[in-house]
């Protein structure tokens, strides 16, 4: 996306339109003891309409799988070529594949969603640094706030696959982690792909955080480290059949 251009929302603007800051800026950075007399109301219209725009587009989309992973990955590093592989064994398995829409690491997850025929999810997010969707998606929603967008992320999704990445990236993980723990979702597989780069996480969770008491033993259960994509897929089908029989089970119990 050009230096020039911003997307805020389904809104694009270019030149002298293009603002200073972000919406979830404005948000965050409060200016004033009454400031949210006169903008933070009319904020909550805006965020309504985000979710309800997010739950319009993606209703319909069947089990999906959400990969997440680096932004600044070039597309000519093993990893984005990893990403690929995740993308198209995800199709081939009947998911839907949803990114962050950038480029990097999501642009090769998207990319090998699209080339194996599968549904390829971006959901873009406003940025400071313009990131823009990338050209693999056939499914794309913007997004002007984080939390609008990262409940997508979950409520259409059956499972995580995380390749490796900075903060964005461990945000969205350790989100997951959390919802997963305190059972707010089941069935939920997390699965993290490279184990040289996140062999020192595990080890770190494992020694000084569950030593402390800060987690208990089985919460290291909750993800799987691995660099065999064909066991990452063949664990979020596990979790699809799982899912399905639970979802057969309650409708049985309503209408029995």
Same mark, same amino acid.
Request: aromatic share 8%; glycine share 14%; no cysteine.
């Given at each position: 996306?050009?230096?020039?251009?911003?997307?805020?929302?389904?809104?694009?603007?270019?030149?002298?339109?293009?603002?200073?800051?972000?919406?979830?800026?404005?948000?965050?950075?409060?200016?004033?003891?009454?400031?949210?007399?006169?903008?933070?109301?009319?904020?909550?219209?805006?965020?309504?309409?985000?979710?309800?725009?997010?739950?319009?587009?993606?209703?319909?989309?069947?089990?999906?799988?959400?990969?997440?992973?680096?932004?600044?990955?070039?597309?000519?590093?093993?990893? +984005?070529?990893? @990403?690929?592989?995740?993308?198209?064994?995800?199709?081939?398995? =009947? /998911?839907? $594949?949803?990114? &962050? %829409?950038?480029?990097?690491?999501?642009?090769?997850?998207?990319?090998?969603?699209?080339?194996?025929?599968?549904?390829?999810?971006?959901?873009?997010?406003?940025?400071?640094?313009?990131?823009?969707?990338?050209?693999?998606?056939?499914?794309?929603?913007?997004?002007? +706030?984080?939390? @609008?967008?990262?409940?997508?992320?979950?409520?259409?999704?059956? =499972? /995580?696959? $995380?390749?490796? &990445? %900075?903060?964005?990236?461990?945000?969205?993980?350790?989100?997951?982690?959390?919802?997963?723990?305190?059972?707010?979702?089941?069935?939920?597989?997390?699965?993290?792909?490279?184990?040289?780069?996140?062999?020192?996480?595990?080890?770190?969770?494992?020694?000084?955080?569950?030593?402390?008491?800060?987690?208990?033993?089985?919460?290291?259960?909750?993800?799987?480290?691995?660099?065999?994509?064909?066991?990452?897929?063949?664990?979020?089908?596990?979790?699809?059949?799982?899912?399905?029989?639970?979802?057969?089970?309650?409708?049985?119990?309503?209408?029995?």
């Amino acid at each position: 996306m050009p230096k020039d251009e911003h997307t805020s929302g389904p809104t694009t603007l270019r030149g002298d339109l293009v603002p200073g800051s972000t919406t979830d800026q404005r948000l965050l950075d409060g200016r004033g003891a009454s400031d949210w007399v006169h903008t933070d109301p009319w904020r909550v219209m805006r965020i309504q309409a985000e979710f309800v725009e997010g739950f319009g587009a993606l209703a319909e989309l069947g089990p999906a799988i959400s990969v997440f992973g680096s932004a600044r990955t070039p597309d000519s590093a093993p990893e +984005y070529h990893l @990403a690929q592989e995740v993308g198209q064994g995800l199709a081939k398995a =009947g /998911f839907a $594949v949803i990114t &962050g %829409g950038g480029p990097g690491a999501m642009a090769g997850a998207n990319q090998g969603a699209h080339e194996a025929g599968g549904v390829s999810v971006g959901l873009g997010i406003e940025l400071p640094f313009e990131q823009g969707m990338n050209q693999w998606v056939n499914l794309g929603v913007n997004f002007r +706030y984080f939390f @609008a967008r990262k409940t997508m992320f979950v409520k259409y999704a059956q =499972g /995580f696959i $995380v390749l490796p &990445g %900075g903060f964005g990236t461990f945000d969205e993980l350790f989100e997951a982690l959390v919802l997963v723990q305190t059972r707010k979702v089941t069935s939920f597989p997390i699965v993290l792909l490279g184990t040289d780069y996140w062999q020192g996480l595990i080890d770190w969770l494992a020694g000084p955080v569950l030593e402390r008491g800060m987690i208990k033993a089985v919460d290291l259960d909750l993800v799987t480290v691995t660099d065999d994509v064909e066991k990452a897929v063949g664990l979020m089908v596990a979790a699809r059949l799982e899912h399905a029989a639970h979802a057969a089970a309650d409708e049985s119990a309503v209408t029995g």
